[in-house]
């Protein structure tokens, strides 16, 4: 494997690791078991696991900038990309009922360890609230785009955590029905509710 | 200090450090410390930190139904038994934005961990969620009591999580705002939106 092969997988295995383990359980020894690489040549790549954790969180921004991208090319309707992104909690469903939000849950157990990556940690949200904002401006809510799209986000993470404490799918459902409903509101009458 | 007494400190120590620190993260040492006992002590109440954690749920109940027994002797309105409930993200402002909700922070926690208390922990959701149905219940949704119950719980868990990440007393007071006003349409209306 070439370094930076070999540098890109520990990021992966240690995404993954982190999402589904917490980042305080997995262990460097975890994620070189993953990757089956030695110590030695996870040390010449990272010194310590916060390292690990900045790699991290700057891949899932790339991904997560990516996928927006992505959702802005397939529509033009600001409408129709917001329900990707209330869609989300179907289509990753099966994860976030075993493994909850991974941006929320990563930013919850980064406060309680007072991590010095909380900001970064932090800048996953922000990326998903200012694509939020971008589309509810151009929706004509300007004034409240950003209230608006703090408010989705707030109910796509209370969904997250308790699709991950009761595992309900018809929970799920009726709440994303609710959330897109709440979204027709919105186009209809310029006032949240 | 007598043995119960003794018992009773670890658990409010241990209750505090989990909450603050992550269940994971605090260990035996540091709650003897913030304890100041032996550890011969402490083990002669408590094998493991496992053990330790199933005491600190059950600790968590009582506290929890103490509070909402508090809120019924209070109250005879159950919709201002609700705005009780609402209100904890005002009143628990300074620590939810510190260190999360203790309730869904420690189910997030212990899913990922694939703990054997998990569903210990989720009684504590339940005890909310049962109680905010039967309120429904009382001002006479019964057929749509337990969606509603967990609507508002949704959004009480997705503010604390926002709150936790970006410390903004504005966004709590509005969506605490815009809850007590979906409380009012529910009464109104006699549908959820």
Request: net charge negative.
């Amino acid at each position: 494997m070439k370094a930076d092969e070999t540098r890109r997988k520990i990021v992966i295995a240690a995404d993954q690791l982190f999402y589904e383990q917490g980042f305080e359980k997995a262990s460097f020894a975890d994620i070189a078991r993953v990757v089956e690489i030695s110590r030695g040549n996870f040390y010449y790549h990272f010194k310590t696991k916060d390292d690990v954790l900045a790699a991290v969180i700057e891949h899932r921004l790339d991904e997560r900038k990516a996928m927006l991208r992505h959702w802005e090319q397939q529509e033009d309707n600001p409408a129709n990309r917001i329900k990707s992104f209330i869609n989300i909690l179907i289509a990753n469903q099966t994860k976030i009922m075993a493994f909850g939000c991974p941006v929320g849950t990563l930013c919850s157990e980064l406060a309680k360890l007072d991590h010095a990556l909380k900001p970064e940690a932090a800048g996953l949200f922000t990326l998903f609230a200012e694509w939020l904002e971008e589309q509810f401006v151009e929706l004509g809510h300007s004034g409240q785009a950003s209230d608006l799209a703090m408010h989705l986000l707030m109910r796509s993470q209370g969904v997250a955590s308790l699709a991950n404490t009761f595992q309900d799918g018809d929970f799920v459902r009726r709440e994303v029905e609710a959330m897109y409903q709440w979204l027709d509101n919105q186009l209809s009458t310029h006032r949240p509710n």
